[in-house]
């Protein structure tokens, strides 16, 4: 059983409904768990939410984490930077090596940091020793000109607005599913029935 995770930030919604989109993706391909959870906000109580909060040392449990931020000024949202913040124990251990990891997000323009904000997280992926997945181009939302629309092959993405009052549309719902099977494919791959062990650090597994 691939044990996919989707772990996600929200404040206006957006994010969330794209999580759950993603989600809901994931859980089409037979062999998977799919788990939902959200970070925790900075400098308030986490509130009552039917979505539970991650701790950062529960990330080691999963084969495949899918991450979802809003975009800061073409990065990730200071929440998310906090919470990658205190994987410094996972990152020592290698306890993501041979993990998937996935990135989408939300914008309040339509050139507000989609991509940046994808490829910036990258890099703390890789350096957990993490596999990248993104969305290949035979989704045909990808190329779809008739709209404005989110996503791209670095992963999924939704435009809030700057009030955000615009929501997510079929096309930038459908990339996040799509997104999710992906990332569920390559888990039940690696990780099905005879579970893969990542190579502990400084070994090649050879």
């Not at 009030?163 to 079929?170: L, N, W």
């Amino acid at each position: 059983m691939a044990r996919v995770l989707v772990l996600y930030y929200s404040e206006g919604g957006h994010v969330e409904q794209m999580a759950m989109a993603v989600a809901h993706g994931a859980r089409e391909l037979k062999g998977t768990e799919v788990t939902v959870k959200r970070v925790a906000p900075i400098g308030r109580p986490p509130g009552e939410h039917t979505v539970p909060v991650a701790d950062p040392e529960e990330l080691r449990d999963y084969d495949a984490i899918i991450f979802g931020t809003p975009t800061r000024f073409g990065n990730m949202c200071a929440e998310m930077r906090l919470f990658l913040d205190m994987t410094e124990v996972l990152w020592r251990e290698g306890g993501l090596i041979g993990r998937i990891g996935s990135v989408f997000v939300s914008t309040s323009t339509q050139h507000g940091g989609h991509e940046t904000t994808i490829t910036s997280f990258h890099t703390n992926l890789l350096h957990h020793g993490m596999i990248i997945v993104g969305i290949p181009y035979t989704e045909s939302g990808l190329a779809n000109m008739a709209e404005i629309s989110g996503g791209s092959p670095y992963g999924a993405g939704t435009i809030c607005a700057s009030d955000g009052e615009r929501q997510p549309t079929d096309n930038e719902f459908d990339l996040a599913e799509a997104q999710g099977r992906r990332v569920a494919t390559v888990a039940v791959r690696m990780y099905g029935e005879e579970k893969l062990e990542a190579p502990p650090p400084g070994k090649s597994g050879r």
